[in-house]
């Protein structure tokens, strides 16, 4: 009997290895079709010793992300392949590992860390062991999405978090070959990782206090600080995310500002513009609802310069509501829709760091006298705004990492709960 048994459990293990790569015909690109077709047997490797591992949770390989369990059981799982990240040449496995973290007890990058310690790193092992005669790839790319629950206006919710790792190659065979787990954590810190599209480390920093794999002899030149970035898609259909009731992530005070902020540079920034702002304006008047008086202008805010387009957001008198309900409705009926078409006046990557969406709230005529206009500023990074024109994140999640002003006092906004009427939807901050 137990020969029978271990006979079936390889006979599984190499089933669902072959379910789980993706078929090289499928692959557009003639150089990832070739890789796939080349390392077929070592990408089936990978899938079957995930297989044959114990993940503390269920475990599914996935082409989409956030899907429900029982809908995951029946849903296409062929996800490991090779693809393509800012010119490199990396293999892509995306996931979703069914663990519910609590807010409450742990942290943002406490879940994020949780998730490459239970599911990432040991199909790094897997990977890394595999492709170690190979020359490809040049990285290792994960999409893993887990489950977080909170407890909001006492009443248990629960949405999903994305964990994306890209790692270097010689990152990732340091990592796997150390055991000392400072070694292990510099070797992480050489990739780029983010919680829902935004820049995280799954150490806190200092990263003196880390043991560097190769430390060099000689003191390197001091180097100036990248911005952090938001990763391009690496699956189609990532923005179908679930909105998170709060997504904790980077503070936008800490987002590098592209340039000083002074009157004469934001002047500078206008002429440079200009011709675009004025195209913008002529194309995007009747849907943007442009104040004709104060056209869009480049303004100094937080050490940096943003755009500030001042528009009108009209809402239906039924719609009434504290200022908190009628800002959510503001975004989601009228600003969420120009994000996109004015992103796009800016394809090639703009010079400044962000955009104020300046929208004056009012209700349909005939509403009450004493009914006075909400002036809402949503101010967003340029950074943040591409990943949301991409479908890498969501509203929430941009609201969440972004400025929101009502009536000069900045709040945290969550439109789930104000557009339903929620008395404590929000916390005011102070700006």
């Given at each position: 009997?137990?020969?029978?048994?271990?006979?079936?459990?390889?006979?599984?293990?190499?089933?669902?290895?072959?379910?789980?790569?993706?078929?090289?015909?499928?692959?557009?690109?003639?150089?990832?079709?070739?890789?796939?077709?080349?390392?077929?047997?070592?990408?089936?490797?990978?899938?079957?010793?995930?297989?044959?591992?114990?993940?503390?949770?269920?475990?599914?390989?996935?082409?989409?992300?956030?899907?429900?369990?029982?809908?995951?059981?029946?849903?296409?799982?062929?996800?490991?392949?090779?693809?393509?990240?800012?010119?490199?040449?990396?293999?892509?496995?995306?996931?979703?590992?069914?663990?519910?973290?609590?807010?409450?007890?742990?942290?943002?990058?406490?879940?994020?860390?949780?998730?490459?310690?239970?599911?990432?790193?040991?199909?790094?092992?897997?990977?890394?062991?595999?492709?170690?005669?190979?020359?490809?790839?040049?990285?290792?790319?994960?999409?893993?999405?887990?489950?977080?629950?909170?407890?909001?206006?006492?009443?248990?919710?629960?949405?999903?978090?994305?964990?994306?790792?890209?790692?270097?190659?010689?990152?990732?065979?340091?990592?796997?070959?150390?055991?000392?787990?400072?070694?292990?954590?510099?070797?992480?810190?050489?990739?780029?990782?983010?919680?829902?599209?935004?820049?995280?480390?799954?150490?806190?920093?200092?990263?003196?206090?880390?043991?560097?794999?190769?430390?060099?002899?000689?003191?390197?030149?001091?180097?100036?600080?990248?911005?952090?970035?938001?990763?391009?898609?690496?699956?189609?259909?990532?923005?179908?995310?679930?909105?998170?009731?709060?997504?904790?992530?980077?503070?936008?005070?800490?987002?590098?500002?592209?340039?000083?902020?002074?009157?004469?540079?934001?002047?500078?920034?206008?002429?440079?513009y200009q011709s675009i702002l004025d195209r913008m304006a002529q194309e995007m008047g009747s849907?943007?609802?442009?104040?004709?008086?104060?056209?869009?202008?480049?303004?100094?805010?937080?050490?940096?310069?943003?755009?500030?387009?001042?528009?009108?957001?009209?809402?239906?008198?039924?719609?009434?509501?504290?200022?908190?309900?009628?800002?959510?409705?503001?975004?989601?009926?009228?600003?969420?829709?120009?994000?996109?078409?004015?992103?796009?006046?800016?394809?090639?990557?703009?010079?400044?760091?962000?955009?104020?969406?300046?929208?004056?709230?009012?209700?349909?005529?005939?509403?009450?006298?004493?009914?006075?206009?909400?002036?809402?500023?949503?101010?967003?990074?340029?950074?943040?705004?591409?990943?949301?024109?991409?479908?890498?994140?969501?509203?929430?999640?941009?609201?969440?990492?972004?400025?929101?002003?009502?009536?000069?006092?900045?709040?945290?906004?969550?439109?789930?709960?104000?557009?339903?009427?929620?008395?404590?939807?929000?916390?005011?901050?102070?700006?």
């Open positions: 009997m137990r020969v029978t048994n271990a006979i079936l459990m390889l006979f599984l293990a190499v089933a669902a290895g072959r379910a789980q790569v993706l078929a090289p015909e499928e692959i557009r690109d003639a150089q990832l079709r070739a890789l796939q077709q080349k390392y077929w047997n070592e990408l089936k490797l990978i899938t079957q010793a995930a297989a044959a591992h114990n993940f503390p949770y269920h475990f599914y390989f996935s082409r989409k992300l956030d899907l429900q369990e029982k809908d995951q059981t029946g849903s296409d799982q062929r996800s490991v392949q090779f693809d393509r990240y800012e010119g490199k040449v990396v293999l892509k496995i995306t996931a979703n590992y069914f663990v519910s973290y609590s807010a409450e007890l742990m942290k943002p990058e406490e879940r994020a860390r949780q998730t490459f310690q239970s599911v990432m790193l040991p199909l790094l092992q897997a990977e890394v062991h595999a492709l170690e005669k190979a020359d490809v790839p040049q990285a290792f790319a994960f999409e893993i999405s887990h489950h977080v629950r909170k407890r909001v206006l006492g009443v248990s919710s629960e949405a999903v978090e994305n964990v994306v790792l890209v790692l270097p190659r010689e990152a990732a065979q340091r990592l796997v070959a150390a055991t000392d787990p400072k070694v292990q954590q510099a070797s992480v810190l050489e990739g780029e990782a983010y919680l829902n599209a935004v820049p995280i480390s799954f150490w806190p920093r200092p990263e003196e206090e880390l043991v560097q794999a190769t430390a060099p002899q000689t003191p390197p030149a001091p180097v100036a600080t990248p911005e952090p970035t938001v990763p391009p898609r690496l699956m189609k259909g990532i923005g179908a995310l679930a909105v998170p009731a709060k997504v904790a992530v980077e503070s936008p005070e800490k987002l590098p500002a592209a340039r000083g902020a002074s009157p004469d540079a934001a002047k500078e920034m206008q002429k440079s849907q943007a609802r442009f104040v004709s008086y104060a056209p869009p202008a480049f303004i100094p805010f937080h050490n940096g310069l943003y755009l500030q387009l001042p528009v009108t957001t009209t809402l239906s008198k039924a719609t009434a509501g504290s200022q908190y309900r009628l800002a959510a409705l503001a975004f989601d009926q009228h600003i969420a829709h120009l994000i996109r078409p004015v992103v796009a006046y800016f394809k090639d990557g703009g010079d400044f760091d962000g955009i104020d969406f300046s929208t004056t709230v009012r209700l349909t005529p005939g509403q009450d006298a004493d009914t006075s206009p909400v002036a809402v500023e949503f101010i967003f990074p340029l950074k943040l705004l591409s990943s949301y024109a991409e479908y890498n994140s969501t509203g929430q999640q941009l609201i969440d990492a972004s400025f929101v002003l009502i009536n000069g006092e900045r709040v945290s906004l969550n439109l789930q709960a104000a557009e339903g009427g929620s008395p404590d939807q929000v916390r005011t901050e102070s700006p």
